[in-house]
């Protein structure tokens, strides 16, 4: 399902999103995300060790990558799993949209100048919108009273994510 210019949808990661979430019905957490990347003809791989040149500290930060060519997304097997979750999602963004194909998203150091910035913000964006996604995630976070941390935390639990992608999605989603 790997996209192309001539798919060109406009430069917002989120219509993709949608349309490959069209092909779903899922009706209840956590959203099956290795499911969805195999559906875009994505094998994800996990390994314990890091490849030659990387160190251990590197796969904190940047803990899964996407190898379009072999249609594989690797991903350290020695993180969380709302963290992995995420990070497939994210890499999954990046295959999604083709603006990220042509420009080269590949960013070994998020402080260096040579990294897109922009596209790793939409490929975060993307990654939280197919774990939390809008359609149950924000009846979900409209059940709870109050506004908050507990209410972050408990939706990150039940999607399966990481705190910090719930707390994206929750600030994105929430109409107050």
Do not use: W
């Not at 399902?1 to 949608?18: C, E, P, Q, T, W």
């Not at 994206?168 to 107050?176: D, F, N, Q, V």
């Amino acid at each position: 399902m790997s996209r192309h210019f001539n798919d060109y949808r406009g430069n917002n990661s989120l219509v993709y999103i949608r349309e490959v979430m069209s092909h779903f019905d899922f009706t209840q957490p956590p959203i099956p995300i290795t499911e969805i990347a195999k559906f875009m003809g994505l094998e994800v791989i996990e390994y314990d060790t890091p490849p030659e040149g990387v160190s251990r500290e590197t796969l904190t930060t940047q803990c899964a990558r996407l190898e379009p060519k072999e249609r594989r997304i690797y991903v350290y097997k020695q993180i969380s799993l709302g963290r992995k979750r995420f990070s497939i999602g994210h890499e999954c963004t990046h295959d999604l949209d083709p603006t990220h194909q042509e420009c080269g998203h590949s960013c070994q150091d998020p402080s260096s100048p040579n990294c897109n910035k922009l596209v790793e913000q939409e490929a975060s964006l993307g990654g939280a919108a197919l774990l939390f996604y809008p359609r149950l995630f924000i009846p979900d976070l409209l059940s709870f009273d109050s506004l908050g941390i507990k209410p972050i935390e408990l939706l990150a639990e039940r999607y399966a994510g990481s705190v910090e992608a719930a707390a994206l999605s929750y600030a994105r989603m929430h109409p107050g």
